[in-house]
Nanobody, 115 residues
Framework: QVQLVESGGGLVQPGGSLRLSCAASGIIFAGNVVGWYRQAPGKQREWVASRTYFGGTNYADSVKGRFTISRDNAKNTVYLQMDSLKPEDTGVYYC?????????WGQGTQVTVSS
């Protein structure tokens, strides 16, 4: 059974930083495409960043240069380092992995950027 568990969300002031974690069980992140998505109140879920099994990374224009996705194979965990946070980064952040064409999601972690 595949399970993804996100953590690390919270309340932070504009300009601050947070690091989100996504720990997996039932699958191995290495060798699969993993990504982070977010959903702001009243909006659709949107893609934020992804990492391919070759280690390549891609970012939405809105977070490029501020967010970094990384993976620790030993811990089977994916991270999203978020710097220079803005109020518009507020939302629930979800971890996603694609395995054999199937999408798996975590339960999400809330990020609130506010003064």
């Amino acid at each position: 059974q595949v399970q993804l568990v996100e953590s690390g969300g919270g309340l932070v002031q504009p300009g601050g930083s947070l690091r989100l974690s996504c720990a997996a069980s039932g699958i191995i992140f290495a060798g699969n495409v993993v990504g982070w998505y977010r959903q702001a109140p009243g909006k659709q879920r949107e893609w934020v960043a992804s990492r391919t099994y070759f280690g390549g990374t891609n970012y939405a224009d809105s977070v490029k240069g501020r967010f970094t996705i990384s993976r620790d194979n030993a811990k089977n965990t994916v991270y999203l380092q978020m710097d220079s946070l803005k109020p518009e980064d507020t939302g629930v952040y979800y971890c996603n992995v694609i395995v054999g064409g199937d999408n798996y999601w975590g339960q999400g972690t809330q990020v609130t950027v506010s003064s």
